[in-house]
Every structure is written in structure tokens, then in C-alpha cells.
């Protein structure tokens, strides 16, 4: 079954500082990864998806993130966050034929103004 | 014209009752799903249909049952709920049931159990 790790749950930085949220995965197979967004009382929001080809995939609102298949991982990335920014980030993976999205446990984001 | 719906936003009840959440998309798709989200924010899912056929029933307690009148409806109703029913759950859809699906979701329905 897979699983996915996010660390450093609680991340607290200000305006035009950089963001790296790490995304590690456990799956012994071709995977699709996605990053969600929960900003405060609201949906999950798609922000990025990797399925194929090239690995640095990018998202809305200047996010990326890049899939490292030998160390399991797909990183987010956004070089100048904004208050904006502030919301839970979940990352979320499944195998090709497998609509089980196995989610982490998310990074609460919070960016000062 | 929002994409997943559910019906209630909020919902607080008593232990022991039996209580019906709704989800509709209105996005054609054949496949919904039902995650819960616990006061930790973890997000594991429940159960998935496609085209109203059960494809997904993760280990959740028989108090929980899914129904899916049509392939744009996804109800979920719980029987005598607990105190640990109590969290936020999300209703999705995606086109199909292959992994590779975008999954959209609904903005939730926060169940408080007293």
C-alpha cells in the first residue's frame, strides 16, 4: 500500500521568503503524485499533478514542484510566497488503474505579513 | 455554479442518531469518492463509486453506508454516531476511476458529535 510522509508540519515564514515543502513516497511502482491546497474554512484545491514526462511540473499561483524518482520524493516549491499563501498543503499520491489517493498528513503554512 | 456540492455545511447532533450527508457534482463525472478528515487534518478515504457501483470500501465501521441513487450523487449516511465521528468529510469526483485522475472536491461537512 502506499504512503506518504510530509515533515515539518508547522511552517511559519514572511512575505517574498521562499517555500520547500518536502513530499516523500512510499509505492513500489509507477505513481501520480499531486499537491492540494486547504486555504482556511475551505475545499482542497488542485495545485499541481505529475503523471509523466518532464519532472518539474508547474501549478498554479507560481507553485512547482519536482519529482525525484530515486529518492522517492516530489518537493513543492514557490520562490516568494505571499499572505495569501497562508493554508494546509497536502501532498497525495496513487498508482496508474488506482484511484486510492493516499494523502499526508499536510504542512500548515502560515505567512506573515 | 460550484462543481461538488454537499448539503449540510454543518451538521451537530446527539450521540446516537442517524444522520444523511448529500454530494452532487454537476461535472459529468463517473467516479465520487468520500474521505474523512479528522481533527489532525489527515485525509483518508472511505469509499468510491463508479457509475453507481462500489469500487472503494476502505475499512470504515458498517454504521457508514454509501448510496448512490445516480452517477451525479454520492449520500452518505451514518447509523448511531459516535463521539469519534465527529471531523470534516469531503465528498470528490473524477472523470474516471483510473489513478491518474484529477479528483475535485466538494467543500465539506463538518459533523460535530455531542
Known amino acids: 500500500a502506499q504512503s506518504v510522509s510530509q515533515h515539518n508540519h508547522h511552517v511559519i515564514l514572511s512575505e517574498a521568503a521562499s517555500l520547500e515543502l518536502g513530499c516523500n513516497y512510499s509505492?513500489?511502482?509507477?505513481?501520480?503524485l499531486f499537491w492540494y491546497v486547504q486555504y482556511p474554512g475551505q475545499h482542497l484545491q488542485l495545485l499541481l499533478k505529475?503523471?509523466?514526462?518532464?519532472?518539474l511540473v508547474k501549478g498554479i499561483k507560481g507553485f512547482e514542484a519536482e519529482f525525484i524518482k530515486s529518492k522517492f520524493s516530489f518537493n513543492l516549491r514557490k520562490p516568494s510566497v505571499q499572505w495569501s499563501d497562508t493554508a494546509e498543503y497536502f501532498c497525495?499520491?496513487?498508482?496508474?488503474?488506482?484511484?486510492?489517493?493516499?494523502f499526508g498528513k499536510g504542512n500548515q503554512v502560515v505567512v506573515i505579513p | 455554479d460550484t462543481a461538488v456540492s454537499q448539503t449540510p455545511k454543518y451538521l451537530v447532533t446527539q450521540m446516537g442518531n442517524d444522520k444523511s450527508i448529500k454530494c452532487e457534482q454537476n461535472?459529468?463525472?463517473?467516479?465520487m469518492y468520500w474521505y474523512k478528515q479528522d481533527s489532525k487534518k489527515f485525509l483518508k478515504i472511505m469509499f468510491s463509486?463508479?457509475?453507481?457501483?462500489?469500487?472503494i470500501n476502505e475499512t470504515v465501521p458498517n454504521r457508514f453506508s454509501p448510496k448512490s441513487p445516480d452517477k451525479a450523487h454520492l449520500n452518505l449516511h451514518i447509523n448511531s454516531l459516535e463521539l469519534g465521528d465527529s471531523a470534516v468529510y469531503f465528498c470528490?469526483?473524477?472523470?474516471?476511476?483510473?489513478?491518474?485522475?484529477?479528483?475535485?472536491f466538494g467543500p465539506g461537512t463538518r459533523l460535530l458529535v455531542l
Open positions: 509505492y513500489g511502482g509507477t505513481v501520480n
Open positions: 463509486y463508479n457509475n453507481k457501483e462500489l469500487i
Open positions: 497525495a499520491v496513487n498508482g496508474p488503474g488506482n484511484n486510492r489517493l493516499a
Open positions: 461535472l459529468g463525472h463517473d467516479t
Open positions: 470528490a469526483s473524477s472523470q474516471a476511476s483510473g489513478g491518474g485522475e484529477t479528483q475535485y
Open positions: 505529475y503523471f509523466s514526462g518532464d519532472p
